[in-house]
């Protein structure tokens, strides 16, 4: 593959990393966020502290963590401590983003990562259960969710809500006793970058991927989008990324 | 103090802390004794079937992964679990100990979902899976740890995790806001990998340290795997290092390279090639036991088990290891 030619995966990595300013904490879950810190870090947010759920504080990502327990996660880092530690900094409002995916995301940014089917128990699928993604999609102030884009995983109801999102609209985290002021902030998809509409807290379209038409993105989501009058286009992965994702983030290829 | 919802949820391991209380007078010696004691035995005399237990930290993490593997090989059954973990826990969902399960997560991270659990839960022989968050899981230990009934928390409100949890939501009596309760969670039995322990169980732990100081406080039984055995003056030289005191522990257990296939950090790296052999293996029935006949059932211990891996790729996996650079 030539660097102008470039994978779902990776624009997903790019289009996910771009969001993140310099200089604030993100709170890092297996898998592409990590990909995405690492490439924040690298890009445009040198100062991106690095938050992990059990423990490692500030690392330098040099190479890409498999786990989010491993020594990578605190390699060079600024502290090295233990779960409660990250989840009570989260809790008391330390925690600017925290990255988020699952297996069902509803229009609301509700997470189901838990099962599958109408059943708790036994259910039709069983998935890995919450993990952290509950305590992020709590505690951290803006999440960021990363979704492949199907009408699988884009529904009109979750099976379960893991990981709530603004649950049944405006007001409802507040009501439910979450810390005011957080909630869903992006979702990146792999055809899309959306938002929250303010006032319905529903999902809203704000730019495709290049060669991703708005239709397609309708089409490919099981539930009416907010579509605004503008939509935007996201840019392909410049050579930079791309070099620095293949080369140097994850050159064994765990992910891309 | 008014409970305003209920989580519906089986309360697994319900906590009793004047028992706790009088457990730790009774049967945890403040005397300097040596505990060091093989995996077998230690396993045969601290858990059993139908206990609560746990591990620390998770499969591919300093984890003590020789000690999961010897409570397959004991057969020890109906076990019920915190569940948080990757391959120790999927040893014994594989090998059918597993009866209730406390879950927030059991995957195999970037191997993606667990076919052991998937098998183990969709077809319903574990009898009660109860769903809590990571924070949720440990916050619990640390409820027992403190040796009080329950902890309130900002997590777990408005989801089904809450929903299909032993939790509650009350109204806090200060504020007038809706907390979470989590009931605090004693385990039966505690299994914790470190990188040094003396005779005694005082044990120190590089790196992040995971929920090792929760967890080893809020068990009945705690057994630690070691790498290395240390003269109890190493421990006095750096006693701000110490995550484990003695008198928590029951039994130290020497272990080198006792994480394998996972990391020990400072020490040595995960090894690929035997967790991808896991996760292939783990996807039917067959391949579950012919992969625990030949690294579990067909060795005696974790010194054959070593062998077996062979001297030359964990030696590999230690010059793998970055270390303090």
């Known amino acids: 593959m030539s660097e102008a030619e470039y994978n779902p ?13 310099d200089s604030v904490t993100a709170f890092i879950g297996t898998g592409i966020p990590m990909l995405a810190a690492s490439l ?3 890009m445009h947010a040198p100062h991106v502290v690095s938050v992990f759920e059990f423990g490692g504080t500030g690392a330098q990502l040099v190479r890409l963590p498999r786990a989010v327990g491993e020594s990578r996660t605190f390699y060079r880092g600024v502290a090295a401590s233990g779960i409660c530690d990250i989840m009570e900094t989260a809790t008391r409002g330390f925690i600017d983003f925290g990255f988020l995916g699952g297996a069902q995301i509803d229009p609301h940014g509700n997470l189901n990562s838990t099962i599958i089917g109408p059943q708790h128990h036994p259910p039709q699928v069983r998935l890995p259960g919450s993990g952290g993604g509950n305590d992020v999609g709590s505690l951290c102030w803006r999440t960021i969710i990363i979704m492949r884009h199907d009408r699988r995983r884009f529904v009109p109801q979750v099976d379960f809500v893991t990981t709530p999102g603004y ?21 990146v998809s792999t055809l899309a970058l959306m938002d929250f509409e303010p006032e319905s807290k529903r999902m809203r379209l704000l730019s495709t991927h290049p060669g991703v038409t708005v239709e397609q993105v309708i089409e490919n989501t099981g539930f009416e989008l907010v579509i605004p009058k503008e939509v935007g286009r996201n840019g392909p992965p410049t050579a930079e990324e791309l070099h620095l994702l293949r080369e140097e983030i ?3 290829g765990f992910y891309i | 103090m008014r409970v305003i919802e209920s989580g519906i949820g089986e309360l697994i391991q319900p906590p009793d802390l004047d028992n706790f209380r009088e457990w730790n007078r009774e049967k945890k010696s403040r005397a300097l004794v040596d505990k060091v004691m093989t995996e077998a035995e230690a396993v045969s005399r601290f858990v059993y079937d139908g206990c609560y237990i746990g591990t620390e930290l998770y499969g591919t993490v300093r984890c003590p992964m020789s000690l999961a593997r010897e409570v397959v090989r004991q057969g020890k059954k109906d076990l019920r679990v915190a569940g948080q973990g990757v391959t120790e826990l999927d040893l014994w969902l594989g090998a059918g100990l597993v009866k209730k399960l406390d879950i927030t997560y059991i995957g195999l991270e970037v191997y993606g979902t667990s076919s052991a659990l998937r098998r183990m839960v969709e077809s319903g022989q574990i009898d009660t899976v109860v769903e809590w968050s990571n924070g949720g899981i440990t916050w619990r230990f640390k409820a027992a740890a403190m040796g009080v009934p329950f902890i309130p928390v900002r997590a777990m409100l408005g989801s089904d995790t809450f929903k299909y949890s032993a939790a509650k939501v009350i109204e806090c009596p200060f504020t007038g806001q809706k907390v979470c309760l989590l009931p605090a969670l004693i385990l039966d039995v505690a299994l ?3 990188h040094r322990a003396d005779r005694y169980g005082n044990a120190q732990i590089d790196g992040i340290s995971g929920f090792a100081f929760e967890m080893s406080r809020a068990c ?3 057994i630690i795997s070691t790498e290395k ?3 109890t003056l190493e421990i006095r030289r750096d006693p701000e290092r110490t995550i484990i005191p003695y008198y928590l522990v029951d039994a130290v257990v020497h272990t080198p390279y006792g994480s394998h296939p996972g990391e020990m950090v400072y020490c040595y790296e995960r090894d690929e090639v035997q967790l991808r052999e896991w996760v292939e293996a783990s996807k039917t029935e067959q391949g579950t036991q012919t992969y625990l006949d030949k690294y579990v059932y067909g060795v005696a211990n974790h010194q054959e088990y070593l062998e077996l891996i062979g001297p030359e790729r964990l030696g590999q996996l230690r010059a793998e290891e970055e270390g303090r650079r």
């Not at chain 1, 997903?12 to 300013?21: G, K």
């Open chain 1, 9 to 21: 995966t990776e624009l997903l990595i790019c289009i996910a990393a771009r969001q993140m300013p």
């Open chain 1, 40 to 42: 924040a870090q690298k």
């Open chain 1, 167 to 187: 649950l049944d609209g405006p007001g409802a985290r507040e009501e439910a006793g979450l810390p005011p002021g957080t909630g869903p902030y992006r979702v």
């Open chain 1, 250 to 252: 994850d050159p064994e």
């Open chain 2, 192 to 194: 914790i990998h470190v």
């Open chain 2, 220 to 222: 009945k039984r705690l």
């Open chain 2, 229 to 231: 055995i240390v003269d």
